[in-house]
């Protein structure tokens, strides 16, 4: 019997510490490692820096949850995509969303300043226009981020890695949002998947973490665990740990997660202090039928909001707020808000009017009810 997914993110891919038999994973500090009298070494260990035991089972369990044959851990996602990005040859084309992560774009961008790639970028939601790019000038890399944050639009993966692969050219797809819970791009066709590990996949706002897979090694693949090593781009042992200790409840935490944002994004959408709702799960979403054909169980936890009333009238409703936490970073256990247009600064492509919610996994009427009182509408109970 294969397990499930959610079998083997709880149980730890079922591997049982010897030799007591412990069934909490094991935390492997130790940074070098005893060589055999012989000069060769038993444990199959020489230095964590090469490969820690203390990424084994986690790299393993996402490895088998992406459907792919390898995973990396690195100590950010933005290290795990300079990891990626860094294995291209110099000045290698990378085409990148227009909306997308603010501070990847941002370094890609500087990347470029520097010669080491070339940059450009297309829309999220134009198929057919991403088709006719990829023909006139193929990139040596496809980057997709599906939905794109902060504005949630969709990209179609099978269609974009069909066009991307009949030029030569290779897909990554930022992962971070969906997760591997929702969507796994690899079965779609991409070679590899990004995940900053500190959202959803830790998911307990206490690791920094990054982490890439890929469909099977490839070239560039051997490039990017050479640059690991070599660059020096490793987690700590301990976040490792936790970081597998998020990822044994991620099918739980995101599903009940999801569950309440797509209540939220209902709510909102009839809300007249509200102009629109950015939410892949409704149907009125000029990307709703693709999301729902390439995510499987929900369509996120992550949505945005455009406040009636402009930039002044979104800053006064987050700072309003009290059970949402106005705070950096998404995908944890309690649930934030942002005005990221303020957070991304000079040059942001963010509508000013926009709130950016991160949901997480608290009773999903106090989230609607902290929503209410910070439009005005109600008070919560108790205040």
Same mark, same amino acid.
């Given at each position: 019997?294969?397990?499930?997914?959610?079998?083997?993110?709880? !149980?730890?891919?079922?591997?049982?510490? !010897?030799?007591?038999?412990?069934?909490?994973?094991?935390?492997?500090?130790?940074?070098?490692?005893?060589?055999?009298?012989?000069?060769?070494?038993?444990?199959?260990?020489?230095?964590?820096?090469?490969?820690?035991?203390?990424?084994?089972? @986690?790299?393993?369990?996402?490895?088998?949850?992406?459907?792919?044959?390898?995973?990396?851990?690195?100590?950010?996602?933005?290290?795990?995509?300079?990891?990626?990005?860094?294995?291209?040859?110099?000045?290698?084309?990378?085409?990148?969303?227009?909306?997308?992560?603010?501070?990847?774009?941002?370094?890609?961008?500087?990347?470029?300043?520097?010669?080491?790639?070339?940059?450009?970028?297309?829309?999220?939601?134009?198929?057919?226009?991403?088709?006719?790019?990829?023909? @006139?000038?193929?990139?040596?890399?496809?980057?997709?981020?599906?939905?794109?944050?902060?504005?949630?639009?969709?990209?179609?993966? @099978?269609?974009?890695?069909?066009?991307? $692969?009949?030029?030569?050219?290779?897909?990554?797809?930022?992962?971070?949002?969906?997760?591997?819970?929702?969507?796994?791009?690899?079965?779609?066709?991409?070679?590899?998947?990004?995940?900053?590990?500190? &959202?959803?996949?830790?998911?307990?706002?206490?690791?920094?973490?990054?982490?890439?897979?890929?469909? =099977?090694?490839?070239?560039?693949?051997?490039?990017?665990?050479?640059?690991?090593?070599?660059?020096?781009?490793?987690?700590?042992?301990?976040?490792?740990?936790?970081?597998?200790?998020?990822?044994?409840?991620? $099918?739980?935490?995101?599903?009940?997660?999801?569950?309440?944002? =797509?209540?939220? @994004?209902?709510?909102?959408?009839?809300?007249?202090?509200?102009?629109?709702?950015?939410?892949?799960?409704?149907?009125?979403?000029?990307?709703?039928?693709?999301?729902?054909? =390439?995510?499987?169980?929900?369509?996120?936890?992550?949505?945005?909001?455009?406040?009636?009333?402009?930039? !002044?009238?979104?800053?006064?409703?987050?700072?309003?707020?009290?059970?949402? &936490?106005?705070?950096?970073?998404?995908?944890?256990?309690?649930?934030?808000?942002?005005?990221?247009?303020?957070?991304?600064?000079?040059?942001?492509?963010?509508?000013?009017?926009?709130?950016?919610?991160?949901?997480?996994?608290?009773?999903?009427?106090?989230?609607?009810?902290?929503?209410? =009182?910070?439009?005005?509408?109600?008070?919560?109970?108790?205040?």
């Amino acid at each position: 019997m294969k397990p499930a997914p959610e079998t083997l993110a709880a !149980q730890a891919m079922g591997w049982v510490a !010897q030799p007591f038999h412990d069934l909490a994973p094991p935390l492997h500090p130790s940074s070098t490692f005893e060589r055999g009298g012989d000069g060769d070494y038993p444990g199959g260990r020489v230095y964590a820096r090469d490969h820690s035991p203390a990424y084994d089972q @986690a790299e393993a369990l996402l490895a088998a949850l992406e459907g792919g044959e390898q995973a990396l851990l690195f100590p950010s996602g933005m290290a795990a995509a300079t990891a990626l990005l860094h294995a291209l040859p110099a000045g290698a084309e990378v085409l990148a969303p227009r909306a997308m992560y603010w501070s990847l774009r941002n370094w890609m961008r500087e990347l470029d300043a520097r010669g080491l790639i070339a940059i450009d970028f297309y829309d999220n939601g134009d198929s057919a226009a991403l088709a006719s790019r990829l023909a @006139a000038r193929p990139p040596a890399l496809l980057w997709i981020e599906t939905p794109a944050n902060p504005t949630w639009e969709i990209t179609d993966i @099978a269609a974009a890695c069909s066009a991307a $692969h009949a030029h030569g050219t290779l897909v990554a797809v930022d992962s971070t949002v969906p997760t591997p819970v929702l969507s796994r791009p690899l079965a779609l066709g991409a070679d590899f998947v990004m995940h900053s590990a500190t &959202k959803y996949l830790n998911g307990h706002s206490d690791v920094v973490a990054g982490a890439l897979a890929c469909r =099977q090694p490839c070239p560039l693949w051997q490039r990017v665990r050479v640059n690991r090593t070599q660059g020096g781009a490793i987690l700590g042992a301990f976040e490792a740990w936790l970081l597998l200790r998020g990822m044994r409840t991620v $099918h739980l935490r995101v599903r009940h997660a999801c569950a309440s944002a =797509q209540r939220i @994004a209902e709510h909102c959408a009839v809300d007249p202090r509200i102009a629109a709702v950015l939410y892949p799960g409704l149907p009125t979403h000029p990307g709703h039928t693709v999301a729902a054909a =390439q995510m499987d169980g929900g369509f996120g936890a992550m949505l945005s909001l455009c406040i009636a009333g402009g930039e !002044q009238a979104a800053r006064d409703t987050a700072a309003r707020l009290q059970v949402f &936490k106005r705070a950096t970073s998404l995908g944890a256990v309690e649930s934030l808000v942002e005005h990221r247009a303020s957070v991304e600064g000079p040059g942001s492509l963010c509508p000013p009017d926009l709130l950016r919610l991160s949901i997480g996994i608290e009773a999903v009427d106090d989230l609607i009810a902290d929503l209410d =009182q910070a439009l005005g509408r109600t008070s919560l109970p108790g205040t």
